[in-house]
T-cell receptor, first 111, second 113 residues
């Protein structure tokens, strides 16, 4: 039968706790990775990026970790706030300026 | 900076009609991308341009879809004829040529009845 739609992984976190969102990427030749946040009714918004020559990068309240051995990317959000509730996409850059988005993870912050 | 501008924000049309979506990228950005987002398929890249030239249109679903970028400040995505399965949110994004960060517009929500 027909698929009823993408089943987005969902993460529920208590306000103030840390969140970890995971992503597996597909292409071992990808050299640039990006995390986007999409709030309801809006377009995706850049959060943080990392190049393949790094394994960790920190921003304000966010940290991205890259494990090229297992093609895994994670986004850590410290002290999660209600405003962090959104769908988070990881994206990999596989060729010149072409970016492929993952299916996304829905983060729900419990006040 | 106004960011990426898309119009219309909402479009409701009947099956068989022509639909034209419009995008104005951020001034100075050299790359422009059209995406489609649905619950079934998530966020899909349809086509992208570098310096107004289409580089990869492998994501365009079929011949009913076409995109143009006549100049650096304007692009259109046209669906003719439209079908109910084209109902989705269509995003336009732009970036500088050598940067990975894409700036997305607010999207056009298309409903084909």
């Amino acid at each position: 039968g027909e698929s009823v739609g993408l089943h987005l992984p969902t993460l529920s976190v208590q306000e103030g706790d840390n969140s970890i969102i995971n992503c597996a990427y597909s292409n071992s030749a990808s050299d640039y990775f990006i995390w986007y946040k999409q709030e309801s009714g809006k377009g995706p918004q850049f959060i943080i990026d990392i190049r393949s020559n790094m394994d960790k990068r920190q921003g304000q309240r966010v940290t991205v970790l890259l494990n090229k051995t297992v093609k895994h990317l994670s986004l850590q959000i410290a002290a999660t706030q209600p405003g962090d509730s959104a769908v988070y996409f990881c994206a990999e850059k596989t060729s010149y300026d072409k970016v492929i988005f993952g299916p996304g993870t829905s983060l729900s912050v419990i006040p | 900076d106004a960011g990426v501008i898309q119009s219309p924000r909402h479009e409701v049309t009947e099956m068989g009609q022509e639909v034209t979506l419009r995008c104005k990228p951020i001034s100075g950005h050299n790359s422009l991308f059209w995406y489609r987002q649905t619950m079934m398929r998530g966020l899909e890249l349809l086509i992208y341009f570098n310096n107004n030239v289409p580089i990869d249109d492998s994501g365009m679903p079929e011949d009913r879809f076409s995109a143009k970028m006549p100049n650096a400040s304007f692009s259109t995505l046209k669906i003719q004829p439209s079908e109910p399965r084209d109902s989705a949110v269509y995003f336009c994004a732009s970036s500088t040529l050598l940067a990975g960060e894409q700036f997305f517009g607010p999207g056009t929500r298309l409903t084909v009845l």
